[in-house]
């Protein structure tokens, strides 16, 4: 009888979980996470404190969901490793497109500032957001990359360094102009044709 009481309460309780974390983001991305309130994101959720303390215990862990939520929209691009249908470069303009878009946000650009500005104080802060997000999605790619050179796709390399030379082709002076110039701006200047330049760029030099 518990079991089913336990079971019949999951879809309400990730319905709720899903609503703290939609909260916790315009949160974080506005105010950072030090200015940032549990009682403004438990009001914006209509949850009560006790329910964001049941599910994330502290704020920091919450910060580390929202974190590693907002990570996945990236790493959500990434194929699965079975997948053999979708060519190698259509794969990576789809995860470079995917990845700008996302930091090129606004919204994360002006969270990006706020970080950094943050990290000065907190470096823990720093951990904690790399561990929660963004080497998570590094690791992904570095696996991809790795096993596509095992299938000869790729010439053989250091899988690591390739993603790194793959990540900076991408993203280039870019993010220059995302810390200094004005966040709508600096969004406008990402394009399709210069991404899909970058991946060309990419695979001819680690061509077999």
Not at 184 to 203: G, M, P, Q, W
Request: proline share 3%; hydrophobic share 45%.
């Amino acid at each position: 009888m518990n079991t089913g009481k336990r079971l019949a309460h999951r879809p309400v309780d990730q319905a709720k979980q899903d609503a703290i974390l939609a909260s916790a983001r315009d949160e974080f991305f506005e105010y950072g996470f030090e200015s940032a309130s549990i009682e403004r994101i438990a009001a914006a959720a209509n949850v009560s404190k006790v329910t964001i303390y049941n599910h994330f215990q502290n704020k920091e862990n919450l910060f580390s969901a929202m974190v590693g939520s907002e990570c996945r929209i990236m790493r959500g691009n990434l194929r699965e490793m079975s997948d053999e249908e979708m060519p190698l470069r259509t794969e990576l303009v789809n995860f470079a497109q995917a990845m700008m878009e996302f930091l090129s946000s606004p919204d994360i650009i002006r969270f990006d500032r706020r970080m950094a500005a943050e990290v000065e104080r907190h470096p823990e802060l720093g951990e904690l957001f790399l561990n929660a997000g963004p080497r998570l999605m590094q690791k992904m790619l570095i696996e991809m990359l790795a096993c596509e050179m095992e299938k000869g796709k790729l010439a053989k390399a250091n899988p690591q360094e390739a993603a790194a030379h793959l990540f900076g082709s991408v993203k280039g002076f870019a993010d220059v102009e995302w810390r200094f110039s004005d966040p709508e701006k600096a969004a406008a200047s990402v394009t399709t044709a210069s991404l899909e330049a970058a991946i060309d760029r990419f695979l001819l030099a680690y061509s077999t």
